[in-house]
Every structure is written in C-alpha cells, then in structure tokens.
C-alpha cells in the first residue's frame, strides 16, 4: 500500500516559528509548504529573493506587504500571487492555522 502526503496533515497547534518544510527540489525550482501559526516578519525585515515566488494561500488568512506599495494586501484561502526577484516585501501578520504552497524559481 502506498501512502499520500498531504499538506494539510502534520499541523502544529502553534509553533514560535514558521515551519518550512521542501516538498520537492530540482536545478531550477524548490516547492515548499509553509505553516504559519500567527507570525509575521520582524519589525524592519523585508524579503529581497534573487529569484521569483509563486504564493497560494491553502488555508488561514495573511497580510503580505510590498516595499512599493501603500497598503499590505490581505490574503485568504485560495489567494495566490507571483512575488517577482528582487521585490522587497514581508508578511505583517498571519492567522494560526495558515497553510501557504511556495514556488521558488531558482536563478540560473
């Protein structure tokens, strides 16, 4: 019998930290679920990734601010957005459970 992962089992009913956990890697790509039970970025950290992001909120609810814009976007389940290399951005809170699919094209 083979068994199935699946992204929604495994769930920590709080962690001090966001959980990153690599569903799959090649040359180019990294595809990650990450669990966010109520973080959100310290105070004056922005993200700055040398390659693009994909982002699906699978479940929960955040808010995702960008260097270049006024007002952070809200988030909820089903949400998805591209992050393009080199925009600045942070995560101003998150719901506890909040589940989000990560793929990071890897520069080549």
Request: net charge negative; proline share 9%.
């Given at each position: 019998?083979?068994?199935?992962?699946?992204?929604?089992?495994?769930?920590?009913?709080?962690?001090?930290?966001?959980?990153?956990?690599?569903?799959?890697?090649?040359?180019?790509?990294?595809?990650?679920?990450?669990?966010?039970?109520?973080?959100?970025?310290?105070?004056?950290?922005?993200?700055?990734?040398?390659?693009?992001?994909?982002?699906?909120?699978?479940?929960?609810?955040?808010?995702?601010?960008?260097?270049?814009?006024?007002?952070?976007?809200?988030?909820?389940?089903?949400?998805?957005l591209l992050i393009p290399a080199g925009r600045r951005h942070r995560v101003e809170r998150t719901e506890?459970?909040?589940?989000?699919?990560?793929?990071?094209?890897?520069?080549g």
């Amino acid at each position: 019998m083979t068994t199935r992962p699946n992204l929604f089992a495994g769930l920590p009913e709080r962690a001090d930290e966001e959980i990153f956990e690599t569903l799959l890697t090649r040359p180019d790509l990294r595809i990650e679920r990450i669990v966010s039970t109520g973080q959100a970025s310290p105070p004056g950290f922005w993200y700055d990734q040398t390659g693009d992001e994909w982002v699906a909120l699978l479940t929960g609810a955040a808010e995702l601010r960008f260097a270049d814009e006024p007002e952070p976007r809200h988030l909820s389940a089903g949400d998805h957005l591209l992050i393009p290399a080199g925009r600045r951005h942070r995560v101003e809170r998150t719901e506890n459970p909040t589940i989000w699919l990560a793929v990071h094209v890897v520069p080549g």
